[in-house]
Structures are given as structure tokens and as C-alpha cells.
T-cell receptor, first 112, second 112 residues
């Protein structure tokens, strides 16, 4: 199993809503990531979890709240988002640092 | 500050010919480099990687070359196939780090 599974694939939410993005991998990877990608731009790192502990937060606004319940799961809780937060949100995992990261299909988020 | 750059936003190549995608980086601490392929509305798919201790890595039709003194890497695809048409991102990682710095991408079109 070399998959990173993200749900949902598409999400439309209002600016007052609370929603969560989910990511799952069963490759035994101990590093998991959230990236954000806007159209025609490269993926930008948001958060890194290493061994279920938050190791990198790239100055992401607090309306984005990551959670790593166990080594296979990664969530991104969303609250009070802005329309400019609309983007493709990508989850990835890797065995450790300096190894290839495997990406999920992404969640296409639209904030209205 | 874009530490990884792909200066060609697009490239068109005839089927069967060689595709050469280029990437430059500014951070001399990067020691691990990767190429990803991305279709619209999907997550990036890992293609090939190279460690800074090597100058070439080959996997089937894909070869990555690294020139550390020039801080430059390239991806060669030969022979190019129409199914290779996608956006290609190069990425780099510092030693032992869990984050990837992505280039801006090059859209490759292989013409049948």
C-alpha cells in the first residue's frame, strides 16, 4: 500500500463554518505534512508532524489547526476561513526526513 | 524568497524526442533533490530523486543530473511520450529536514 488517502476530495464551506480535512497512510511513515497549493503556484508547506509531534509550523494562521491522533492519521481543522484560503490542500507522508514524500490527491477547498 | 526555481514555465516536445527540464537552487545546504509530476486537481507523484553525493540517477526513461557547483539539476525524459504531459516540479530538502522546497513548475506538453 503506497497510498495517501485524503477526504473529502472537494469541500465548499462558508466563512463561519467549522470543517476538517482528513489524511491517512498505512506505509509506516513517521513524518506527515500539510501543504497548500494555489493555482499555478508550487505547493507551500504549512505543517510537519514527526513521530506524531508538531515539528514545523510555517507561521500558519490559527484558523488552521492540525492534529495527529496517531501515526497513520493527520487532520486539519478549519474554522472562520477567508475566501483567499480557497486552494488545493495536500497531505503527504515520508518515512523520515530526506526521503521521498508521497502525496495524497488533495482536497479542493472553496470558501464562500 | 524562492530558493528553488524553474525558469521555464512551459516546454513542448515531439513524441519520441528528449525532454529536458531544468531547475536551479540557491541554498547550498540542500542535499536531497526530487522531481514530481502533477496532473490537474491531483497531488504530485514522486518520479525520481538524487542525493548530493551523486551526480546522476537513472530510472527507466527518467534521468536526473545534479551539478552542485552550478546549483543546477535537470530531468531528462527519453523517449518522451504523450502521457508524460503534465506539470513537473523539482524540490529540494536540507540535511535531515522534513520539509521540501518546491520550484514553480514547468508544464511539459508532448506532441504526438
Amino acid at each position: 500500500d503506497t497510498e495517501v488517502t485524503q477526504t473529502p476530495k472537494h469541500l465548499v464551506m462558508g466563512m463561519t463554518n467549522k470543517k476538517s480535512l482528513k489524511c491517512e497512510q498505512h506505509m509506516g511513515h513517521r513524518a506527515m505534512y500539510w501543504y497548500k497549493q494555489k493555482a499555478k503556484k508550487p505547493p507551500e508547506l504549512m505543517f510537519v508532524y514527526s513521530y506524531e509531534k508538531l515539528s514545523i509550523n510555517e507561521s500558519v494562521p490559527s484558523r488552521f489547526s492540525p492534529e495527529c491522533p496517531n501515526s497513520s492519521l493527520l487532520n486539519l481543522h478549519l474554522h472562520a476561513l477567508q475566501p483567499e484560503d480557497s486552494a488545493l490542500y495536500l497531505c503527504a507522508s515520508s518515512l523520515r526526513g530526506n526521503t521521498e514524500a508521497f502525496f495524497g490527491q488533495g482536497t479542493r477547498l472553496t470558501v464562500v | 524568497d524562492q530558493q528553488v526555481k524553474q525558469n521555464s514555465p512551459s516546454l513542448s516536445v515531439q513524441e519520441g524526442r528528449i525532454s529536458i527540464l531544468n531547475c536551479d537552487y540557491t541554498n547550498s545546504m540542500f542535499d536531497y533533490f526530487l522531481w514530481y509530476k502533477k496532473y490537474p486537481a491531483e497531488g504530485p507523484t514522486f518520479l525520481i530523486s538524487i542525493s548530493s553525493i551523486k551526480d546522476k540517477n537513472e530510472d527507466g526513461r527518467f534521468t536526473v543530473f545534479l551539478n552542485k557547483s552550478a546549483k543546477h539539476l535537470s530531468l531528462h525524459i527519453v523517449p518522451s511520450q504523450p502521457g508524460d504531459s503534465a506539470v513537473y516540479f523539482c524540490a529540494a530538502s536540507p540535511p535531515g529536514a522534513n520539509n521540501l522546497f518546491f520550484g514553480t513548475g514547468t508544464r511539459l506538453t508532448v506532441i504526438p
